[in-house]
């Protein structure tokens, strides 16, 4: 579902997710920031007690659950200064933005914005992160794989905990939301029950988490950081290298991580210890803007498929080489590009179903599937040689980001 702007209203219910919940953002309107101030009034509702202490809804209580989560999506909205629901604007909109920004300049490059796994700038963001994490009443910590950790326990502290948290790491030339905002939002919510004197009264354990690799822009291996934690990623991926041949092992020892097989399998945390899951990420597209829209909640989480392809042909050179009697790699790249492109834009002129699959299944295909070339290097890659070898990587996502755009 989406929020839509405070002058709107409707009856529809909006019902918290006691399981994974993954919410979009549209930022626009720099000097006014309406969707900040519409997001943590979400997380912040999240966070508060009466939302924390029922970990599921039932079926006769849904309409009571309307009520309540209505009642906290507006916290603060139209309420003048110094209320009981004060939303401590300076805190939840202006400090996060400022952080927002502090932590966009932390950058292996000068000219924009990039910060991959371990890098020197990933490092130099964890003692930052670490520092608004406790400014926030938070315990901090940096696990085996990078991750950084902050967590408040409440008096009870068996009780399953709600984690928050989105990627400290970038792609190249990347925007200073992405990843950034999910960390800093949920810092910024929890700062403001601190304030409050109400951190203490948390009903469940929350827990904060950076992590520390989701893009795979150096080592081409995605989501380091949460598939450790998660128990699904294997050992033989620290053993994985970049461009330079540094492992992913190394370059957290590089960095005083010493991890080993045992201690990797040690950071995954037992699913009965969790209650939730929620991440919100800037869309990074165009659908929010288009539908007018500053939040959306994700119904469908991209499915990701990466390739590297290579396409290998004659080299000699281009001068004196005929063209009838080549087999120049960069042009059957080329018309492999065109295909992918084709295929992704019209899938249902180019599948046909069989026994795995139906029609609706290329009708869900025709509404969701994306392919993008994003990579592509020729050997031996000179303005005057026919090459010899072309590779290409691909990008694949199928189900991306669905939004439920239902007016509250």
């Known amino acids: 579902m989406a929020v839509p702007h405070p002058s709107s209203s409707s009856s529809r219910s909006h019902p ?71 939303l401590h604007q300076a805190i939840l909109r202006d400090e996060a933005v400022a952080r927002l920004h502090e932590l966009g300049q ?42 950084v950790h902050g967590r408040v326990e409440p008096k009870n502290g068996s009780s399953q905990a709600l984690l928050i948290g989105s990627h400290m790491d970038t792609v190249i030339d990347a925007g200073k939301y992405d990843g950034s905002l999910g960390i800093i939002s949920a810092i910024s919510a929890l700062k403001v029950l601190k304030i409050d004197g109400r951190l203490g009264e948390l009903k469940r354990p929350v827990e904060v988490i950076a992590f520390s690799d989701e893009e795979g822009v150096r080592f081409q291996s995605t989501f380091l950081g949460s598939a450790a934690l998660a128990g699904i990623m294997p050992v033989s991926r620290l053993e994985v290298t970049d461009k330079s041949g540094i492992s992913v092992q190394d370059a957290l020892k590089e960095n005083s991580i010493d991890i080993t097989d045992e201690n990797l399998m040690q950071l ?52 004196t080489v005929p063209m009838s009697m080549r087999q120049d790699p960069m042009t059957g790249a080329a018309e492999l590009i065109v295909l992918l492109e084709s295929v992704c834009k019209n899938p249902k002129d180019y599948l046909s179903c069989n026994v795995q ?33 072309v590779r290409q990587r691909n990008y694949s996502l199928l189900c991306t980001y669905v939004f439920s755009l239902l007016v509250l």
Not at 55 to 81: A, C
């Open 106 to 147: 932390v950058s292996d490059a000068a000219t924009h914005l990039e910060r991959t796994f371990m890098s020197p700038a990933s490092i130099r963001a964890i003692p930052l992160i670490r520092g608004w994490m406790e400014d926030a009443g938070l315990s901090t910590w940096v696990d085996y794989m990078g991750n």
């Open 16 to 86: 918290f997710l006691s399981h994974v919940y993954h919410t979009s953002f549209h930022h626009y309107h720099h000097h006014n920031h309406p969707s900040l101030v519409l997001f943590w009034c979400l997380v912040f509702s999240l966070l508060s007690p009466l939302a924390l202490s029922s970990s599921s809804s039932s079926s006769s209580s849904s309409s009571d659950s309307s009520s309540s989560s209505s009642s906290h999506i507006s916290l603060g909205i139209g309420e003048t200064e110094g209320t009981k629901h004060d």
């Open 357 to 389: 699959c139906n029609e609706d299944t290329v009708e869900s295909l025709a509404n969701s599937l994306v392919c993008t070339v994003g990579e592509i290097s020729t050997w031996p890659s000179a303005s005057n040689v026919i090459p010899g070898q």
């Open 268 to 319: 995954k945390y037992d699913p009965a210890s969790v209650w939730g899951y929620v991440e919100v990420h800037i869309e990074q597209g165009p659908v929010l803007e288009w539908v007018g829209y500053p939040l959306g909640v994700v119904k469908g989480i991209a499915g990701q498929t990466r390739l590297k392809v290579t396409v290998k042909g004659s080299q000699g050179h281009a001068g």
